[in-house]
């Protein structure tokens, strides 16, 4: 689509251009001086056609030194005209027809983002225009069609290229979306079979639990708050687990240990080989140390991924407790 706006952009740009050399060729009286008028003409189709056409397909922007060549031309180009024509005929049709060629250039360089150098073409137009023919001459016969297709050009640019950041903002939210979404599918997808997984290893003494009226053994009950256990920290504490950390919970809670697992999305954004090394250092905290209460948390934080702690009793209240184990794990890997 864009290509095909800048085509025919382009098109109509060189085909104006052409028009209007054609008015300067197409004069119903010899001029004075006309190589001069041939000059002038030969060398607006140099310039407009270099503003237009060079490195056009690889940048929008046009190259400086072609802006400061137009700016250059727009000065000469009304000189050579008025110089290779009588002052009698300095208002026909063919001998105006750089007011609107040079309307044009200064458009050109509108479109391709010279802004000033665009406006100061338009400048030396008015200028060049008034001295040769009046002001008010010139503004009867073109310079206030020039003047406002400039300004018109450039209101386009800027509508044009605000549209153009809105439209990237928005495809960039719209993926951003997209990926959230797939991101949330995935985790609610792990959700359900970390939560199946868990109902799988509790169903078992659950249902003899519920066979007996609640009349188990001791191994039993010790299985039954394994059971509730497990499926608690599946369900709050999901991404601070995986076989290890597990098999570490398990051994911690056959020991006699109360095991709370909090996950506030604090491994939310950590990469999957540095939350990989999370899980075996958090394993290697829980069977390193015999707490008799152990608190694991992952809270936002943007130092910290994973707080230990570890409370050993002493024989109060919980408030009481000492703490036998505080270890913070990073949210990145620690540099050597």
Same mark, same amino acid.
């Given at each position: 689509? =864009?290509?095909? $706006?800048?085509? !025919?952009?382009?098109? #109509?740009?060189?085909?104006?251009?052409?028009?209007?050399?054609?008015?300067?060729?197409?004069?119903?009286?010899?001029? *004075?001086?006309?190589?001069?008028?041939?000059?002038?003409? &030969?060398l607006y189709l140099v310039v407009v056609n270099v503003a237009i056409l060079w490195d056009s397909a690889v940048a929008v922007k046009m190259p400086l030194w072609a802006a400061l060549l137009a700016l250059v031309s727009s000065a000469l180009i009304p000189a050579l005209v008025t110089v290779s024509l009588d002052p009698l005929t300095l *208002?026909?049709?063919?001998?105006?027809?750089?007011?609107?060629?040079?309307?044009?250039?200064?458009?050109?360089?509108? $479109?391709?983002?010279?802004? $000033?150098?665009?406006? @100061?073409?338009?400048?030396? @137009?008015?200028?060049?225009?008034?001295?040769?023919?009046?002001?008010?001459?010139?503004?009867?016969?073109?310079? !206030?069609?020039?003047?406002?297709?400039?300004?018109?050009?450039?209101?386009?640019?800027?509508?044009?290229?605000?549209?153009?950041?809105?439209?990237?903002? #928005?495809?960039?939210?719209?993926?951003?979306?997209?990926?959230?979404?797939?991101?949330?599918?995935?985790?609610?997808?792990?959700?359900?079979?970390?939560?199946?997984?868990?109902?799988?290893?509790? &169903?078992?003494?659950?249902?003899?639990?519920?066979? +007996?009226?609640?009349?188990?053994? /001791?191994?039993?009950?010790?299985?039954?708050?394994?059971?509730?256990?497990?499926?608690? /920290?599946?369900?709050?504490?999901? /991404? @601070?687990? =995986?076989?290890?950390?597990?098999?570490?919970?398990?051994?911690?809670?056959?020991?006699?240990?109360?095991? +709370?697992?909090?996950?506030?999305?604090?491994?939310?954004? $950590?990469?999957?080989?540095?939350?990989?090394?999370?899980?075996? %250092? @958090?394993?290697?905290?829980?069977?390193?140390? %015999?707490?008799?209460?152990?608190?694991?948390?992952?809270?936002?934080?943007?130092?910290?991924?994973?707080? !230990?702690?570890?409370?050993?009793?002493?024989?109060? *209240?919980? /408030?009481?407790?000492?703490?036998?184990?505080?270890?913070?794990?990073?949210?990145?890997?620690?540099? #050597?």
């Amino acid at each position: 689509m =864009n290509r095909t $706006v800048r085509s !025919v952009a382009t098109s #109509l740009a060189v085909g104006f251009a052409m028009y209007f050399a054609a008015r300067g060729i197409w004069w119903i009286e010899q001029p *004075t001086g006309p190589l001069f008028m041939v000059g002038a003409i &030969g060398l607006y189709l140099v310039v407009v056609n270099v503003a237009i056409l060079w490195d056009s397909a690889v940048a929008v922007k046009m190259p400086l030194w072609a802006a400061l060549l137009a700016l250059v031309s727009s000065a000469l180009i009304p000189a050579l005209v008025t110089v290779s024509l009588d002052p009698l005929t300095l *208002t026909a049709p063919f001998a105006t027809w750089y007011i609107g060629a040079l309307g044009l250039l200064g458009i050109v360089c509108v $479109v391709r983002r010279r802004f $000033v150098i665009g406006w @100061l073409v338009v400048v030396v @137009l008015v200028v060049a225009s008034s001295a040769a023919l009046g002001f008010f001459v010139a503004l009867s016969l073109g310079l !206030v069609g020039s003047v406002m297709w400039v300004a018109v050009a450039h209101l386009l640019v800027m509508f044009w290229d605000r549209a153009v950041r809105d439209t990237e903002r #928005l495809a960039g939210i719209q993926q951003a979306v997209s990926a959230w979404h797939a991101t949330q599918q995935v985790r609610q997808k792990e959700r359900r079979l970390r939560t199946q997984f868990a109902l799988d290893v509790a &169903g078992p003494i659950l249902s003899r639990a519920v066979a +007996t009226r609640g009349a188990l053994d /001791d191994a039993e009950r010790l299985e039954a708050r394994l059971a509730e256990g497990r499926l608690r /920290d599946e369900l709050r504490g999901a /991404d @601070l687990l =995986n076989d290890a950390v597990r098999d570490a919970i398990e051994d911690a809670r056959r020991r006699g240990a109360v095991v +709370t697992v909090f996950d506030e999305g604090g491994l939310d954004d $950590v990469d999957e080989q540095r939350r990989a090394a999370i899980h075996e %250092e @958090l394993a290697e905290v829980l069977r390193g140390a %015999e707490a008799e209460r152990w608190i694991i948390r992952a809270a936002r934080d943007p130092l910290t991924a994973v707080t !230990v702690v570890g409370r050993a009793a002493t024989g109060g *209240t919980s /408030d009481d407790d000492a703490v036998d184990v505080w270890h913070e794990i990073p949210r990145e890997a620690p540099r #050597l």
